[in-house]
């Protein structure tokens, strides 16, 4: 568990400052360290970024870790975010490099000499390590079911967090991200009223959703695309050019557009799609949202390429946000990512994790063949191709790609009758629980167990895959 002194939300400490004239300022943090990707140029899966908030004021701030030896100083940049509406802050981002895998990082913020912030998260893993994920989506509501959720997570000790879009509602606004994120997931202390330290005691990931990237009208809001401001997530993707087709296109004042753009940097619009590798597995994180035209031959390559990239892998597993293939009654017309069905089968993906479905449901096996991708029309059928032999349990072979949505985080739940009502379900579903609850997935070199855990902690559903 962190160490925080002395509160969350108000850590400080006075200090003076060559550029501060004289005067005595406060060095405070507003939003707590929190463990992610980082942008990874090199590529390099050995490093982890820790990214916090504070207030736009010159302070000393300084980052040391230690994997068991030695305190080493890690180097600290940031991005001062001019938002209309918002006091001016800092987002701090100090790169973490060169991890032994699998090591636990005992890390510290400090300013000057006083110790801000201290906690501890293991160093990524190597091919070769056991490693455990949590995945869910729909959450960022500030309710209390995403309490539970967190904290069941947290209790978990996952080594990564995966979050599966629509991470803050309604609008992906910076003042939703305070008001409806951050506490949950960066609370002092764990419990289900409270949430959780869970980001930054785990490697956080996170795919956008439409309530994340979709409203791009600055003139309805100045505080639109926060997703673009507060994650640090590798800049790999296909689109790199502002307006791109394909790309979440900006409109409003052009004065707000430019703000933006410089609040926003490299990461817009290239942090929309990316991959990683992680222990033995590669992971791609796409944008799933209505203005990406995923039968774009160019798109299309980048995704098969990217696949290719993890041929060593044992598992290769992608996450977006809009399922192409569940049961629930609930966004039955938005089925635009079965365009890449076909991809995701020849680049052999293992798992495909989803959200914007409130609730948790898992396929069959299902295997597309070269139908997926040609015909919009045949698209739009479910009469798919299953692997009806696999149980997940005696039978851990399966043929064909299992999509399992887990976007029951905190917002409220999609089509809770048809849970015990297999007649109602989709020909390829496997299971179906509207009941708040996230995926636990264990990964222990060819084995894949996933377990899914309701708010109050209980096994509601799980499987395993073997090679």
């Known amino acids: 568990m962190a160490s925080l002194i002395p509160v969350l939300f108000t850590l400080a400490v006075a200090t003076s400052h060559p550029h501060s004239n004289g005067l005595r300022q406060t060095a405070r943090i507003t939003i707590p360290p929190e463990v992610q990707l980082g942008e990874r140029a090199d590529g390099r899966a050995d490093s982890v970024s820790l990214v916090w908030q504070a207030p736009d004021v010159d302070a000393p701030f300084a980052v040391k870790f230690s994997q068991g030896g030695e305190m080493i100083d890690a180097p600290v940049s940031f991005k001062t ?19 032994r895998a699998g090591t636990k990082i005992d890390y510290k913020v400090l300013a000057g000499t006083e110790t801000l912030y201290s906690a501890s998260v293991m160093a990524p893993k190597s091919d070769r390590q056991a490693y455990h994920f949590a995945v869910f989506g729909d959450c960022g509501v500030a309710g209390v079911e995403q309490a539970e959720v967190a904290y069941q997570a947290y209790m978990t000790k996952p080594d990564m967090v995966l979050l599966t879009g629509d991470l ?9 991200y305070r008001s409806n994120f951050f506490p949950y997931y960066t609370a002092e202390m764990a419990s289900p009223k409270n949430g959780a330290p869970l980001f930054d005691t785990a490697l956080t990931v996170a795919a956008p959703g439409n309530h994340d990237i979709l409203n791009r009208n600055l003139a309805q809001s100045p505080q639109v695309l926060a997703y673009y401001y507060y994650w640090k997530q590798p ?10 087709p394909s790309s979440p296109t900006l409109s409003g004042p052009e004065d707000r557009q430019k703000a933006f753009l410089e609040n926003a940097g490299p990461a817009y619009p290239c942090m929309s799609n990316y991959s990683f ?6 992971w791609t994180v796409l944008d799933a949202n209505s203005y990406v035209d995923w039968s774009n031959p160019e798109l299309r390559k980048w995704l098969a390429d990217d696949l290719a990239k993890g041929a060593k892998k044992t598992w290769r597993f992608v996450m977006y946000h809009q399922p192409g293939f569940h049961s629930a009654r609930t966004h039955q017309g938005e089925k635009q990512m079965r365009l890449v069905a076909d991809i995701f089968e020849q680049g052999k993906v293992d798992v495909v994790f989803n959200g914007h479905v409130h609730n948790y449901q898992r396929s069959k096996p299902i295997q597309v063949g070269t139908k997926a991708g040609a015909v919009k029309t045949e698209l739009a059928k479910d009469d798919w191709g299953v692997d009806s032999d696999f149980d997940g349990v005696t039978k851990t072979h399966p043929k064909g790609i299992i999509y399992v949505v887990t976007g029951a985080g905190g917002a409220g739940l999609y089509n809770p009758e048809m849970n015990d009502h297999p007649e109602t379900w989709k020909p390829y579903q496997a299971t179906y629980h509207s009941i708040f609850s996230f995926s636990s997935v264990e990964i222990d070199g060819k084995t894949f167990r996933l377990k899914q855990i309701d708010k109050d902690g209980k096994e509601i559903d799980s499987f395993t895959i073997t090679k």
Do not use: C, F, M, W
Not at 235 to 244: D, F, M
Not at 277 to 282: I, P, T
């Open 277 to 282: 590798d992680y222990g033995n597995a590669h």
């Open 81 to 99: 975010i001019r938002v209309e509406g918002i006091e001016p802050h800092r987002v701090y981002t100090a790169v973490l490099s060169k991890l």
């Open 235 to 244: 800049l790999n993707g296909p689109i790199h050019t502002v307006g791109a």
């Open 168 to 176: 803050v509602y309604g609008s992906g606004l910076v003042s939703q």
